[in-house]
Each structure stands twice: as C-alpha cells, then as structure tokens.
Nanobody
Framework: QLQESGPGLVKPSQMLSLTCTVSSNSIDYSPWSWIRQPPGKGLEWMGAIAYGGDTYYNPSLKNRTSIFRDTSNKQFSLKLTSVTPEDTAVYYC?????????WGQGAQVTVSS
C-alpha cells in the first residue's frame, strides 16, 4: 500500500512538498513515481526515482521538480518549486516507471493565495 501526505493548500510561488509512505520493503528494489491529475485534465507523469537512486523527470517540469527517497522510513518524496494555480491537482504516488501497478489514493493540493 502507498499513502500520500502533505499540505492540501500551498500559496503561489511557494514549494509543494509531498511524502509517500510505502507499507512494504519494496521501497528498496522498485522504481517509484509521482503522477498528478489537474481538474478536468488527464494524468501527467511528473518523475520517478529508480531503485538504484537515479531520478527521471518530465521535461516540462524538470526545472521545478525533485524526488527523494528515504529507505529507512520507507518513504519517497516530491518537491515542486515556484508553484502556480496551474499546479492545482490530485497528486498520486505509484510503484513503477512507465507502468504503475500500485497507486496511492491521491492527495488533493490546491495552489491559492
């Protein structure tokens, strides 16, 4: 199981930070992704961290996105800088890269002043 956590409201120009907690030891040997869905739009893959620690990012978000992993706490995290209202979305963490077998339930994040 995966569970997202973090603030539901972020002010414009600030940083969005989310954490995904993984319930199994698979944090050590699987790739992990962040995916979001803005209201009325489709899913957008944001980036991933591979089991070896390499990171991969959507080119459209690369300059603002960072993904980290904390294997001791079975967590991986997302940081998105300089947010705007267009970053309002449901944010999902998922296991995999390119194909995602397991998903968190999603965390609504609204960017608003």
């Amino acid at each position: 199981q995966l569970q997202e956590s973090g603030p539901g409201l972020v002010k414009p120009s600030q940083m969005l930070s989310l954490t995904c907690t993984v319930s199994s030891n698979s944090i050590d040997y699987s790739p992990w992704s962040w995916i979001r869905q803005p209201p009325g739009k489709g899913l957008e893959w944001m980036g991933a961290i591979a089991y070896g620690g390499d990171t991969y990012y959507n080119p459209s978000l690369k300059n603002r996105t960072s993904i980290f992993r904390d294997t001791s706490n079975k967590q991986f995290s997302l940081k998105l800088t300089s947010v705007t209202p267009e970053d309002t979305a449901v944010y999902y963490c998922a296991r995999g890269l390119g194909a995602w077998m397991y998903w968190g339930q999603g965390a609504q994040v609204t960017v608003s002043s």
